[in-house]
Antibody, heavy 116, light 107 residues
Framework: QVQLVQSGAEVKKPGSSVKVACKAS????????INWVRQGPGQGLEWMGT????????NSAPKFQGRVTITADKSTSTVYMELSGLRSEDTATYYC?????????WGQGTLVIVSS | SYELTQPPSVSVSPGQTANITCSGD??????ACWYHQKPGQSPVLVIY???KRPSGIPERFSGSNSGNTATLTISGTQVIDEGDYYC??????????FGTGTTVTVL
């Protein structure tokens, strides 16, 4: 069973960028889409965007367009989510999740703290 | 943009049935799914395509979706079922949309 392993926690300054990695362990992404979802402290889930590594397709939620870039490296079965122009409201746990009828496999989450 | 609304909290006694609703415009025309999240953990898919259970999810979890409301039912609720539950649907303009979340307390 494939697992999704994410990169470690980050502390960033306002205005900077963060790049979070999501690597498939014990398998590959195959033709599945990989989605990114974030959760602010004490808040609900918020969908950010998706990528299909096999086809080089990526899309993002209107709220994040222009600020989020989702890319994939098929050779290493890794998907990256880069968020630019960070502000304090971007402090959150960021999750990657595989899409197979629904978001059936989730990474462990990456905490990103934005603070001056 | 498309919105899904859930009650903030639901309380249930052990062994009883918990019903969690999710409301959205013509939600019954879309597929709904449900996630369970415990504090400090990643969400877990418990229902997809309205009423399908992933492998490993207990039979006490069931789902339905009609009209403007999807419902997650937990029969014979156990203490381990406590946590936050989120509904989710796919909309052509908003893509993946999550509900506002419901905290289930078993006491």
């Amino acid at each position: 069973q494939v697992q999704l392993v994410q990169s470690g926690a980050e502390v960033k300054k306002p205005g900077s960028s963060v790049k979070v990695a999501c690597k498939a362990s014990g398998g590959t992404f195959n033709n599945h889409a990989i989605n990114w979802v974030r959760q602010g402290p004490g808040q609900g889930l918020e969908w950010m965007g998706t990528a299909i590594p096999a086809y080089g397709i990526a899309n993002s939620a209107p709220k994040f367009q222009g600020r989020v870039t989702i890319t994939a490296d098929k050779s290493t079965s890794t998907v990256y989510m880069e968020l630019s122009g960070l502000r304090s409201e971007d402090t959150a746990t960021y999750y990657c999740a595989r899409e197979f009828d629904a978001l059936d496999i989730w990474g462990q989450g990456t905490l990103v703290i934005v603070s001056s | 943009s498309y919105e899904l609304t859930q009650p903030p909290s639901v309380s249930v006694s052990p062994g009883q049935t918990a019903n969690i609703t999710c409301s959205g415009d013509k939600l019954g025309d879309k597929y709904a799914c449900w996630y369970h999240q415990k504090p400090g953990q990643s969400p877990v898919l418990v229902i997809y395509k309205d009423d399908k259970r992933p492998s490993g999810i207990p039979e006490r979890f069931s789902g339905s979706n009609s009209g403007n409301t999807a419902t997650l039912t937990i029969s014979g609720t156990q203490v381990i079922d406590e946590g936050d539950y989120y509904c989710q649907a796919w909309d052509s303009s908003s893509f993946y949309v999550f509900g506002t979340g419901t905290t289930v307390t078993v006491l």
